[in-house]
């Protein structure tokens, strides 16, 4: 393994499995994937976005986003409606019990990511949090 471990980007994809599994562990109960959880944190700051914007922001298939939405109006998380510039468009939104759920699983993924980083003191978390955001913003947009 030593071998694996001094290449950083096969580090990152071993981590980010780990990051997943614990987050998947915790949403478990509720019958969500962290892919659901992701899609309720992205609209929790915006007032609502079309299904292809929710695709190019979460880097998701488009194909999958339906599906995601398709669970979350299912659970009442989430809302489709109509869009104002375009009748043939629908905005996904936050419903209150979106809001609702985040709130009460925020304690839950703050638990699951202290697991993950239980071998760092706080100022490498903020570090290593804040060399990644770099990472995503110039990689992802």
């Known amino acids: ?45 915006s007032e609502g976005a079309l299904q292809r914007e929710l695709s190019a922001q979460l880097g998701y298939d488009p194909s999958a986003i339906v599906g995601l939405v398709d669970d979350l109006e299912k659970l009442g998380f989430a809302e489709r409606r109509p869009s104002p510039d375009d009748r043939r468009s629908r905005i996904v939104a936050l419903t209150e019990n979106g809001r609702t759920f985040l709130r009460d699983s925020h304690e839950a993924g703050r638990h699951a990511t202290n697991a993950l980083l239980q071998p760092l003191d706080p100022a490498e978390r903020d570090t290593l949090h804040t060399l990644l955001q770099r990472i995503a913003e110039t990689e992802l947009g």
């Open 1 to 45: 393994m030593r071998g694996l471990h001094s290449d950083t980007g096969y580090l990152l994809y071993r981590i980010g499995l780990r990051s997943g599994q614990l987050f998947n562990a915790f949403l478990q109960e509720s019958g969500l994937r962290l892919r659901h959880y992701a899609l309720l944190r992205y609209l929790a700051t």
